[in-house]
């Protein structure tokens, strides 16, 4: 498993976060398991966990898909496969309930709930012997059930072979892709002034690079999920003199999504040089 990654940021008090997010972007990530198993005939309902672990300090859910699914079963043993699929906090969907009689040793397909075909319908099976790299099924349940989740942690797929016919198959993998929600980014003054610069309260709500412009000079800094840190920037001599203008921050997180918000200038006032 991956650990967490370390982002310091410097904590203050209680400050009150008002800035109102501008934008948002939201973005995919792709976690595979490249763990491979003989899948004996008849594993009960128990089957075999096959896991994949997404970092602390992401975004939850907004959609996901099940890629690069590699069963291989010849002889008729496919239709002993089923799949489940569990989330960290112990959520629990059927992926995959009625097999296909073969899935070729180069089956690399797609579960998804945007597919036309169930995974568990004869239409399915014959995208799988046709174009087993591109073929893509509807879940037995709906994944949406993730949507809203939290994201961090261990992803189990758990493969069962029902024991319906004595031939036995392998497991090659899978990947999990999350869409993660947009992260979103808010701001305040900080409880303090510093000479020639902002001091800025902000939060991200997944671990984030915020980098600064507009008002400001660029900087960049690392903030922890759902912590309060603080960014410090030069202002430039316009906001100096007359606190004119807004600071831009941009948020950056670690799969990809961005968010921007902007701090007034006057709200952000700046220690008189002395």
Known sequence: MTGRKLFIATAVGATAILGMTATAFAASADYPSTATFAVPNNTGQAGIPSQVFVPAGRTPVQSLELTQVKPSFGGGGGQDLQLRLASPDGTEVNA????CATYPNTSAFTISD???FSVDAPGFCTLVDGAPTTASGKPTDPFS???GKPSGGVWTVTVVDAGISATQGSW???T??????NPTLKADPAPFKIQKKFAIAARCDADCTVTTGGSAGFTATQLLANTVGTIVAPAKKKAQKKGKGAVTLNATDE???TATTTVNAKTLKVKPKK
């Open 145 to 147: 059930v993730f949507s």
């Open 176 to 181: 999990l892709r999350i869409n993660h929600a």
């Open 172 to 174: 090659n993998g899978w």
């Open 255 to 257: 799969t990809g999504g």
């Open 96 to 99: 995959l309930s009625v097999g």
């Open 114 to 116: 945007s597919a036309t």
